[in-house]
């Protein structure tokens, strides 16, 4: 069986960069209109086959996700794939959940799915999946970050894609993500209310704009509230590693009186170093997370998180997905989800002031 034409082989019939045929193809700024006919002649004679709108109903009135039924926008069926970094997979209590969730949604409406984990080294060669190369399915849902330049390699295949608990200004496409400003704005919020003004952070802001986020709807709360952050409270470059953790919190000479964590993993290992340090957790220092993941639910004390509704990300994907091969041409839509402030024993008024609460 004769192998799909991909971009690749035109770019090698041509000698040109396979960026160039990406361009030229799908419309994209960066060559000019001479090598764009020799790009589409080529490809026409090589047999290479764009994918757009199996329907093609590009000149109807865009819908809403909300208002697609999924069955009735492609109702042979087909194949949909979903693709995460490698750490995004290792992450099975958050975004395993996600993709059980995909999977179990598309089987609704006959489709299939396929999953791909990109390792650190195929994201850096821009390498592709071969269902991607080929064209093999009919839409792609990109879970989390990898890197931007791979994100933009697979969405100048043309294929319809969607990116779940990711975006960024540069990359043109469908987004369903966490309101993560006004979710981490709610979480430091509790901690003020409980009289908190020393409050840390900890995470990584250059590992997602979701986490960057985060740290916005910090600065939010705090300044809302009149308080003064400390920046050199604010760890902005953590390592999600035990190790790296306790070391941070270790050589402070002065620590914060409660903890606003970017994810579940760093609640955990701060409640750990906390508690080997000999802080006690609430009544010496509190710790609030995001994602409600497992390691929430398993730290001691359980920790105070905002949950975050991973069912919601399958069914609004799916959803924002199959508008988009119904509608190409409507314009690219994030879809901001809320979360539930979910308090456990990890949150307490701060040392000494157990009788008061700020309004």
């Not at 009289?195 to 960057?212: A, C, E, L, N, T």
């Amino acid at each position: 069986m004769k192998n799909k034409v991909t971009m690749q082989d035109i770019a090698d019939h041509l000698h040109i960069s396979k960026n160039s045929v990406s361009q030229a193809l799908t419309g994209k700024d960066g060559v000019s209109e001479a090598t764009r006919a020799l790009v589409k002649e080529t490809a026409e004679r090589l047999g290479y086959v764009y994918r757009k709108s199996r329907r093609g109903r590009q000149n109807e009135a865009a819908a809403s996700p909300a208002s697609i039924d999924p069955s009735a926008v492609l109702q042979d069926g087909g194949t949909i794939a979903l693709i995460a970094s490698d750490y995004a997979f290792s992450r099975k209590s958050f975004f395993g959940d996600i993709y059980l969730s995909v999977d179990k949604e598309l089987k609704k409406y006959g489709y299939e799915l396929v999953i791909q984990s990109i390792s650190p080294e195929d994201a850096e060669a821009l390498r592709l999946p071969a269902f991607v190369e080929n064209r093999s399915v009919d839409g792609i849902l990109i879970l989390s970050h990898i890197t931007t330049p791979y994100v933009q390699a697979v969405l100048d295949t043309g294929i319809p894609a969607v990116l779940i608990d990711h975006h960024h200004p540069s990359l043109q496409a469908d987004s369903i993500l966490t309101n993560n400003r006004f979710s981490a704005y709610e979480g430091v919020r509790h901690l003020i209310e409980l009289g908190h003004k020393d409050i840390g952070f900890m995470g990584d802001i250059d590992y997602s704009p979701s986490h960057y986020e985060r740290l916005e709807g910090m600065r939010l709360a705090a300044f809302e509230a009149g308080i003064r952050l400390r920046e050199d409270w604010l760890i902005q470059d953590a390592v999600e590693d035990s190790s790296y953790v306790h070391g941070a919190i270790a050589q402070m000479q002065e620590r914060p009186t409660a903890w606003f964590c970017v994810n579940d993993g760093f609640g955990f290992m701060i409640t750990s170093a906390l508690q080997h340090l000999g802080v006690k957790v609430p009544q010496e220092a509190s710790v609030v997370s995001f994602d409600n993941g497992y390691l929430s639910q398993v730290c001691t004390p359980p920790t105070t998180t905002l949950d975050v509704n991973r069912r919601l990300f399958a069914t609004y994907a799916i959803k924002q997905l199959f508008s988009r091969l119904e509608n190409p041409d409507q314009p690219y839509t994030e879809i901001l989800l809320p979360t539930q402030l979910l308090v456990r024993e990890s949150t307490a008024p701060p040392p000494g002031r157990a009788e008061e609460r700020l309004l």
